[in-house]
């Protein structure tokens, strides 16, 4: 039973339903009458009152396998990450603030109307009423169902909660209590597996950062499994070979001038020095733009057959998550029902944290997992700060910037990467810098590069960001490559650093370059992937990052609009000091408008006399 007392606005702490019954009776008491009145209302739709049942648990379960056994109930696991989640300890991973299920609507009783409407809580506590919806009544069901789809929303933890809402993380101290991913424990043994449905892989690699996201190590397992299972199978036994679909994304960062074909051909050699032998498909995608997942989504759909499994994998930040919303939202269109896409997406390292079974995104029984990215140590934003990542982080078309150097010439990218010409058999080359616009360059002699370091990293160059971060960062190293060139029209190699950008360098002949950058961050050596350069050669010195150029426009718009106003007020006294002279007299109205009028008129008159005597 449900009453409501003489108070409207405590409506909410005294409603109760019970879910046995389908009969609920209201008894209600108006505060300006002392009559009462009872209503029923039959078959009253309970999605109004909740949104989908959440089980919590007690205890936080530190595991990564998420909701992979069909077994494990799909509220049992946060749908943003995969965690478990709980509601017992703030202070352990997984923890989530139980919902209240009144809110955002609240019922809505009325004497003199039939209809059931949403409504807010202020119209409640204004003493609105609603009574006996009306079955049958197209707009009335529309309404219902409009409700019901507003309050079934996904039940999220905490740290999901402050990702999609803030892009940050709210505890970074639980982010210790996780314990490490294991592929090879989680998925390798699945895909292992000889007796398991049929395996697909999605192997999701950055465009901008393609050597520092090229999972290798799970790249070898996977290969490694391909060939024992391949062999089984050839010998006549069960064998699952699981097939590869190499999925470059963010390809809206690269310029447009690239030609697809020249772009697969590359990520197909690089893949191979990775360690991806078998690759059965190379799909270019952006999740942002909608390129290329119709395609990507059918051939997943044949591969994996009616009831296989696909299974996501890739390093931190490569964009897994933000590309199966995007295939999610995508299969939604073409088929009936809705497909579950409902992963956090945000640019922070480690945003998945167990395996995460999406429905409906894939024809029959086949299902599509997500998995937590692959901790990549030798990328460089690993460890850099959020502020710092948000500099260093491409996120629109890459642009180059081309210097023309000679030898015992140096040029910095922030505080991050220095290269240095040692030797060349040529009087200059052509280095252009690929990286985000936000990080300032710096070109300059070899032999000033140490006064460099502890005069402007940090400060000038930054990232990173303030002088005591140098050293937090760790040990200033130095690589040695000797590097061939046969043009001078096109870059011939690059030399890139995992998780910040690359050197193009263009000769013809040979050079020997140093190559500084913090201990343990990987720089590899590569033909070229874009082999443009800029028709505007940068200059000798500090360039402006973007970021330091837009706040510089900004002060200069400021600057240039105070000017404007001084110079117009200065115009406009000399305009009425060089207007002829009027005689006011104050009469009848003495306002204080008209008393300043007069004396500024009587003021004008004594100067001019005073100037012409």
Request: with cysteine; aromatic share 6%.
């Amino acid at each position: 039973m449900l009453t409501i007392g003489r108070n409207i606005s405590k409506l909410k702490p005294l409603i109760s339903l019970s879910s046995s019954s389908s009969l609920l009776l209201l008894k209600t008491q108006s505060s300006n009458s002392q009559s009462s009145f009872t209503t029923t209302i039959k078959q009253f739709p309970q999605q109004l009152f909740f949104s989908t049942t959440t089980t919590t648990t007690t205890e936080a379960s530190l595991n990564r396998d998420g909701n992979f056994n069909e077994s494990t109930p799909n509220n049992s696991i946060c749908p943003g990450c995969g965690i478990h989640i709980q509601n017992t300890n703030p202070q352990q991973p997984g923890y989530f603030t139980k919902p209240i299920h009144t809110s955002p609507y609240q019922l809505n009783f009325k004497k003199d109307r039939h209809l059931l409407v949403p409504v807010s809580t202020h119209t409640i506590k204004n003493g609105s009423f609603l009574l006996n919806p009306v079955v049958g009544d197209n707009d009335n069901d529309d309404v219902v169902a409009q409700v019901g789809n507003v309050l079934e929303r996904p039940v999220v933890c905490s740290r999901c909660h402050s990702l999609r809402n803030y892009g940050k993380v709210k505890d970074l101290n639980l982010e210790n209590l996780m314990p490490d991913f294991d592929f090879e424990y989680t998925v390798g043994k699945k895909l292992a597996s000889v007796s398991r449905t049929r395996s697909v892989v999605l192997m999701v690699v950055d465009a901008v950062d393609f050597d520092g996201s090229f999972p290798v190590k799970a790249a070898k397992i996977i290969s490694d499994t391909i060939e024992d299972n391949e062999d089984a199978w050839k010998k006549g036994k069960s064998g699952n070979v699981p097939r590869v679909v190499l999925v470059v994304t963010k390809i809206d960062l690269l310029p447009v001038s690239l030609s697809p074909t020249t772009l697969e051909h590359w990520v197909r050699q690089r893949a191979r020095e990775g360690g991806a032998n078998k690759i059965t498909k190379v799909h270019m995608v952006s999740a942002v733009r909608d390129w290329g997942l119709k395609n990507l989504l059918d051939d997943v759909a044949d591969l994996a057959g009616p009831r296989g499994h696909v299974w996501a994998i890739g390093a931190q930040n490569a964009g897994k998550s933000t590309l199966l919303n995007a295939l999610g939202k995508h299969a939604s269109k073409g088929r009936s029902g809705k497909a579950v896409s409902c992963l956090t997406e945000a640019p922070v390292p480690g945003t998945t944290l167990g395996i995460v079974r999406l429905e409906k995104v894939l024809p029959g029984q086949a299902k599509l997992f997500d998995t937590p990215g692959l901790l990549h140590p030798h990328q460089i934003t690993t460890r850099l700060t959020m502020e710092e990542q948000k500099l260093v982080r491409i996120s629109k078309e890459v642009k180059p910037r081309t210097y023309r150097i000679e030898v015992g010439h140096t040029i910095h990218i922030a505080g991050l990467m220095r290269l240095d010409v040692e030797k060349s058999s040529v009087n200059s080359m052509y280095i252009t810098v690929w990286a985000s616009p936000f990080l300032p360059l710096h070109m300059g002699k070899t032999e000033k590069a140490t006064r460099m370091l502890e005069d402007h990293f940090g400060r000038q160059l930054q990232p990173p960001i303030g002088s005591k971060r140098v050293k937090e960062l760790g040990k200033w190293v130095r690589q040695e490559f000797r590097i061939t060139g046969n043009s001078w029209d096109s870059s011939s190699v690059d030399i890139a650093a995992s998780g910040l950008g690359w050197f193009s360098i263009g000769l013809k002949g040979e050079a020997v370059v140093g190559v500084w950058t913090y201990e343990g961050v990987d720089v590899i050596l590569r033909n070229a992937l874009l082999p443009i350069r800029s028709k505007i050669f940068e200059e000798t010195g500090f360039t402006i990052s973007e970021i330091v150029s837009k706040a510089d426009q900004a002060l200069n718009k400021l600057r240039r609009h105070s000017e404007k106003k001084k110079k117009n007020a200065k115009e406009t006294v000399q305009r009425e000091l060089s207007s002829p002279a009027v005689d006011v007299s104050i009469t009848g109205n003495d306002t204080p408008g008209n008393g300043f009028a007069a004396g500024w008129g009587t003021l004008t008159e004594l100067g001019r006399a005073e100037h012409e005597r």
